[in-house]
């Protein structure tokens, strides 16, 4: 006997193909059998008629985690169907902090989480005291984090010294079981990263397996040389590169997407790595 059976739903599976009216039997948390008109026994039955059944979401690129520590039901993400979160995006993340520069990750993130308690700690360390959540989580770290804990908010090239201890912080965190590196390079201090530093960091994230997320440079008149860059770490290194929230702001570049979404086309026939995604929803808060 299945654990449930979710009969009469809209099941859009995920696969591109259109919806169509089936049943849904599951056991040990697992879909045992879809069919159209089952006739598997079942300890519990909801009646999906008239409702969409749908995998859960992905929520590709958020920053809940300033917020699930507070709140681990997450229930607005559960209400909207979302299963799976990306944290830790645009080079922003709350580990790790190393002795004596805490206060200076506190300072910096005080407008996006300034309820959290900042402390000094290591990713690990950071993973381990992650509380149980009511979604899946993936775990980025974040380039901007990791620049204010060698280099601070100093407008220049990181040195050679800085550079290893950014590498040895990567690697540690992916250790630790982050799934890759966001960078923020739209801000500072990610804004005063040369290219040679995003390679050498992209390098570390092919070694382990890892992906490379990237909130771009510009995303208003020079974003297409933005999206070339974020290109070329895929061309220099390997790793697979995601853009974040690829968009055109300003009034002028209206109509080019198609451009930028060439670039990306021509990437992948190269045989790169290259994705990207986009916000779900016509209204933000740039033009």
């Not at 050679?160 to 590196?181: I, N, P, S, V, Y």
Request: net charge negative; aromatic share 6%.
């Amino acid at each position: 006997m299945d654990d449930l059976l979710i009969r009469g739903g809209l099941v859009i599976d995920g696969t591109g193909a259109p919806g169509r009216e089936a049943d849904v039997s599951v056991s040990a948390g697992r879909i045992g059998a879809i069919a159209p008109r089952s006739e598997r026994p079942a300890r519990r039955v909801i009646d999906a008629r008239g409702q969409v059944v749908a995998p859960g979401f992905i929520d590709i690129h958020t920053h809940s985690d300033f917020t699930l520590p507070l709140n681990p039901r997450a229930e607005s993400k559960i209400r909207q169907g979302v299963t799976l979160e990306v944290v830790g995006n645009c080079g922003f993340s709350v580990a790790p902090a190393l002795p004596g520069r805490a206060a200076m990750l506190r300072e910096y993130l005080a407008s996006s989480a300034p309820w959290l308690p900042f402390g000094e700690t290591s990713f690990a360390d950071y993973v381990a005291a992650f509380p149980s959540t009511a979604l899946n989580v993936i775990l980025q770290v974040g380039h901007n984090t990791l620049r204010l804990m060698t280099a601070g908010m100093d407008n220049r090239a990181v040195t050679g010294d800085e550079l290893a201890t950014m590498e040895r912080l990567l690697a540690e965190a992916l250790a630790a079981g982050a799934w890759g590196m966001s960078s923020g390079l739209f801000t500072a201090p990610g804004a005063y990263a040369d290219a040679a530093e995003i390679h050498a960091l992209a390098r570390v994230l092919r070694r382990h397996g890892a992906a490379y997320s990237s909130h771009i440079r510009d995303e208003a008149n020079h974003v297409t040389d933005a999206v070339r860059e974020a290109i070329a770490v895929a061309e220099a290194t390997g790793v697979h590169v995601q853009i974040a929230h690829l968009k055109l702001s300003g009034v002028d570049n209206w109509g080019g997407a198609a451009r930028l979404l060439d670039e990306i086309a021509a990437a992948r026939r190269r045989g790169l790595a290259v994705d990207c995604d986009a916000y779900p929803y016509d209204t933000a808060s740039n033009p």
